[in-house]
């Protein structure tokens, strides 16, 4: 295998009777007490020849390959069918590549570890923890500016820490389908980095993935745009499923947040009074123009309405409050106060005609 050691017992398990054919180039002189090898098929090493015993305990899985410690670079391969499962419970350290179920590299990007097979329970990976209490099991990825293992350097601002590609075969090669990035999103430093995760896809007839989604380091998400400004920023159209219908209807807010669709049907409504007083409530309205002060946000130009808390209180019912306590009017309900007004002016101006009409009979 030719895999330097220091220090670390590693266990090979394999089908009783098969001679694993393992060779250890040692680093040092070593003694079994301070290598632990412990085999079902073999009791030599060749190479730095140790005799090691024959163990014969504990059952053993025909498919897991596990790895109890840490495996760091190695110029390791295991390939051979035979091997079931690999512990070790410190480290192994060298400076090559480790390859289970195959030897060549399968990827665009050259790899030091790669899990080949032909089935699924012979190409995954299991991480799995067994704990009487609310610790996870952790996969971590990391990243330092500084060449030297082992040493650090600060990243910078919007530098990639990882990525997850997700690649299928074109008949030749292993191509990227899909892709998860992780990147600085701001400005990193002593125990604080701000990070942002993006999503990639890969549209048909296209040869590469292009960003489609983002959550920013703000708790922000872009969609079809990777400057979010809110907590939900779409630079494009939208649909929702739940709130198609019919010709063109206004869409609401209820007080949970929920989008709802205006509707007036009679089937849902009880207490229908009608509306009084109409023509003096819409007098006493103060029509205004105005600009908005958070122009970033809202825009600069000049607006037309009314003012939440001046309408509130002529007409309470086409007020609404945000979570943020700032008020909001929903015009389209004043339609049914200028309608009723109407209606009642028009009986004024009839009253007016006809008295008129009297008048000039005489």
Request: no cysteine.
């Amino acid at each position: 295998m030719g895999v330097t050691t220091s220090g670390f017992s590693l266990f090979y398990y394999a089908t009783t009777g098969t001679d694993l054919g393992v060779t250890f180039d040692l680093a040092r002189s070593v003694s079994n007490n301070f290598i632990n090898i412990e085999s079902r098929a073999m009791n030599k090493i060749v190479g730095n020849t140790i005799t090691a015993p024959i163990f014969s305990t504990a059952a053993i899985s025909t498919t897991a390959i596990l790895f109890g410690g840490s495996i760091q670079g190695s110029g390791l391969t295991i390939s051979s069918a035979t091997i079931t499962r690999v512990v070790s419970t410190n480290n192994i350290v060298s400076t090559g590549s480790a390859t289970i179920g195959g030897v060549s590299n399968q990827n665009n990007v050259n790899s030091v570890f790669q899990v080949l097979g032909t089935t699924r329970s012979s190409s995954g990976a299991n991480f799995s923890i067994f704990s009487a209490n609310t610790n996870p099991t952790v996969l971590i990825f990391g990243k330092s500016r500084n060449p030297t293992i082992g040493s650090h350097t600060i990243v910078g601002s919007a530098d990639t820490i990882a990525d997850f590609s997700f690649n299928g075969s074109d008949g030749t090669k292993m191509i990227e389908a899909t892709r998860i990035r992780s990147s600085v999103d701001g400005t990193p430093g002593t125990s604080i980095m701000p990070g942002r995760i993006q999503f990639y896809t890969t549209s048909a007839g296209d040869s590469s993935p292009i960003e489609r989604m983002r959550i920013a380091s703000s708790g922000f998400v872009g969609i079809s745009t990777t400057n979010p400004s809110v907590e939900l920023h779409v630079g494009g159209n939208t649909r929702v499923t739940a709130l198609s219908g019919s010709g063109n209807r206004a869409v609401y807010s209820d007080s949970n947040g929920n989008l709802t669709n205006s509707s007036s049907d009679e089937r849902l409504k009880t207490n229908i009074n009608l509306l009084s007083d109409n023509l003096q409530k819409i007098q006493k309205l103060r029509p205004v123009q105005f600009n908005w002060i958070e122009t970033e946000k809202l825009g600069s130009q000049n607006e037309i309405g009314f003012i939440a808390q001046e309408v509130e209180k002529i007409i309470p019912e086409v007020i609404g409050e945000n979570n943020d306590r700032m008020k909001s009017i929903d015009y389209a309900k004043i339609v049914a106060v200028l309608s009723g007004a109407i209606q009642e002016q028009q009986k004024i101006i009839e009253s007016l005609d006809q008295r008129i009409k009297n008048l000039e009979n005489k």
